[in-house]
């Protein structure tokens, strides 16, 4: 039998079958929630503890890594990362260098124009070339474009990094290979959280060792990423899909339902990723920041959009807002400010009008919470107060939430409005009867998103520095819980479109 299994023919065979599985195949790119990955990661870490205590081995390693990662992504795209990286490092030198600061600030915003530039065409040419043939009833053919995964995310890391540069926050990298390493690597390479060049690059100047709390806390999160994406966001995304796929089947309570699956599942989706992001960097000994902080507790949307993608809020605020005027040029310019700030942020979640509308909404909400604050901050604080203002922002932010996941603009108003024209709340206790596992999911959710950080912290302390019995537990029952629950396919991280 073994003779049968090593003949030319069936190595040939299995070798062919290799080669296929690691090279690009854009119906299969590689997610942190495939095994295929997981298999490279196994391989990838013992080589990278061996280069660690060389900066330089290391850095070449993972940045080689990051590379194949980003191929296997995006194919060919992982060559324009590569020419965005050398192109910002030359400027970046150009602007550390240049004597004159007109110099600098055309150095500067010679990369702010090509870097979104490209993001321009690749994201939303298909879109500006729509609207304008709609203005002028044209025959439209939309151009052929192939969205390189996360562009939207290396591209505003490239933009701080190089404003940074010029406002001396940083001084250039002294290599290129330092800066690819930080705009490639590959936990954060795809879907962010978006790293600051100010906090990353130097932890790889120190390069620090790994230590245990390091390895332990990044498996808590992996596992805690695993349980939130490969388990509850794509279980209870099933039901959803079915209501935001054909809206006009369903009833008002079915509809509600599935907006409210939606609201957690998205949620599920993105922290899942960014908790598996940051615990496979904290295993590599680097830290990449907090990037949720159990958002739906917020009781108003300022505070929603502190707790929420922690990352892109704080980019858009130092960025985008504060170049603005921030709160510092008036009253209407402080509104202004905030509701173009959430305009474009809505833009870079996507080329369509009802991510627009869905930016330009929570900017709406932004600044009728700043305009009425003088007034809240008097109200005083009790269980009805709170419940309530909880309440109108946690409707406010589901609601929004129809138009970032419906088809189009008009399928998002159909979808609210169902809920008002054919909503029975008899059919409450029958829909539970009817998907038991799935309400039960959702009720779990909404508790464990209410548990004091405090009780998590300490959960992951016993993790960390607990016996091993715990650990291996911990593992073998998220473990059966993907087997459990998984469905057929590996479903695709929400934010791996943008």
């Known amino acids: 039998m073994l003779s049968d299994f090593t003949t030319p023919e069936n190595i040939h065979n299995i070798w062919n079958n290799i ?3 690691l090279t690009y195949d854009k119906t299969a790119p590689m997610l942190f929630s495939s095994g295929l990955f997981w298999v490279l990661f196994i391989i990838f870490i013992p080589l990278y503890a061996i280069f660690k205590n060389s900066k330089t081995k290391m850095v070449v390693f993972v940045v080689l890594f990051s ?10 795209f992982f060559l324009m990362l590569i020419a965005t990286s050398l192109f910002d490092w030359i ?3 150009g602007i550390y260098f240049a004597k004159y600061k007109w110099l600098k600030l055309t150095f500067m915003w010679l990369s702010i124009c090509v870097s979104l530039s490209i993001l321009g065409y ?6 500006f070339l729509w609207n304008w043939n709609q203005m002028v009833e044209g025959n439209f053919q939309p151009l052929d474009i192939i969205l390189p995964v996360g562009i939207s995310f290396y591209t505003f890391q490239s933009i701080s990094y190089v404003v940074d540069v010029y406002k001396k926050k940083i001084t250039p990298t002294e290599t290129w290979f330092d800066y690819l390493f930080f705009l490639s690597f590959f936990p954060a390479l795809v879907a962010g959280p978006i790293v600051r060049a100010d906090y990353f690059l130097p932890q790889i100047k120190k390069n620090n060792p790994v230590t245990k709390e390091n390895i332990y806390g990044g498996l808590w999160l992996i596992l805690l990423g695993v349980l939130k994406k490969a388990i ?3 279980y209870i995304a099933q039901y959803n899909d079915l209501i935001f796929n054909d809206p006009t089947l369903y009833t008002g309570v079915q509809t509600l339902m599935g907006i409210l699956g939606y609201t957690m599942q998205i949620y599920c989706d993105f922290s899942g990723y960014s908790d598996m992001a940051i615990g496979i960097a904290l295993i590599m000994g680097f830290h990449l920041g907090i990037n949720f902080d159990s958002p739906y507790q917020s009781r108003n949307l300022t505070e929603f959009w502190r707790r929420w993608h922690i990352s892109l809020s704080s980019w858009l605020r130092d960025y985008l ?6 709160n510092r040029k008036g009253t209407f310019r402080t509104y202004l400010n905030n509701f173009l700030t959430m305009l474009i942020g809505g833009l ?3 080329a369509a009008w009802k991510f627009i509308f869905w930016g330009a909404m929570h900017g709406v909400g932004l600044a009728i919470h700043k305009a009425f604050k003088p007034i809240l901050d008097k109200i005083p604080n009790n269980f009805i107060t709170i419940f309530i203002s909880w309440a109108i922002t946690f409707v406010y932010v589901s609601l929004l939430w129809v138009f970032f996941r419906a088809a189009s603009f008009s399928d998002s108003i159909l979808i609210i409005q169902n809920i008002f024209v054919d909503f029975e709340p008899l059919q409450i206790p029958q829909f539970i009867e009817a ?7 959702m009720a779990a959710l909404i508790i464990a998103h209410f548990i004091p950080q405090r009780w998590l912290d300490s959960w992951q302390t016993l993790f960390i520095k607990g016996p091993w019995i715990i650990k291996l537990l911990y593992f073998v029952v998220v473990v059966q819980l993907v087997i459990e629950f998984m469905s057929e396919e590996v479903a695709p991280f929400i934010y791996f479109q943008f």
């Open 91 to 93: 400027i970046s030198k």
């Open 122 to 127: 690749f994201k939303y040419a298909n879109f």
């Open 232 to 234: 509850i966001a794509d």
């Open 19 to 21: 080669l296929d599985m």
């Open 67 to 76: 590379l194949y990662f980003y191929y296997k992504s995006s194919g060919i």
């Open 321 to 326: 807002y504060i170049p603005l005027g921030g």
């Open 435 to 441: 998907r038991p596992w799935w309400c039960g999911m």
């Open 348 to 350: 870079w979640h996507g």
